[in-house]
């Protein structure tokens, strides 16, 4: 397996047909071409410092779940489910829907105050 891959399984244990993804985002259709085939992984290895987002459904939504090593067993959530899923270093920032609003934050009512002290040189 390549330094920057992860290999998906079709069954627990890294058993059955495999498939290896290097870094990049793979929708259903690109899951159903291959090996493994859509709503069928259920292990997966992940190279060193690398992270796969699975999702639970096509184009990178619905839930997701976040591997950064080894997984004889995706979990009952994820078994079976998986549509869609990018592999990426880990702590590298990627917007996964850039065009999306921010989401407002409320932090509820807030009493602030501040002393501000500035002090201004002037060397000629």
């Keep these: 397996m390549p330094a920057n891959a992860v290999q998906i399984y079709l069954a627990r244990d890294y058993q059955g047909a495999s498939a290896t993804l290097e870094e ?3 929708d259903v259709q690109h899951l159903r071409a291959g090996e493994v085939g859509n709503d069928a992984i259920s292990s997966l290895r992940v ?3 690398y992270q796969v987002t ?3 459904d096509a ?3 619905g839930a997701s779940a976040v591997f950064t090593a080894d997984t004889p067993w995706v979990g009952a959530d994820f078994d079976d489910v ?3 899923l990018k592999i990426t270093k880990q702590g590298s920032l990627r917007m996964l829907n850039a065009s999306a609003a921010p989401t407002p934050v409320s932090l509820g009512t807030m009493d602030l105050t501040a002393t501000v002290s500035m002090e ?4 000629h």
């Design 59 to 61: 184009g990178f939504k």
């Design 24 to 26: 990049g985002s793979y």
């Design 82 to 84: 998986i549509s869609s």
């Design 120 to 123: 201004h040189t002037i060397s």
């Design 47 to 49: 190279s060193d410092g």
């Design 54 to 56: 699975v999702f639970e």
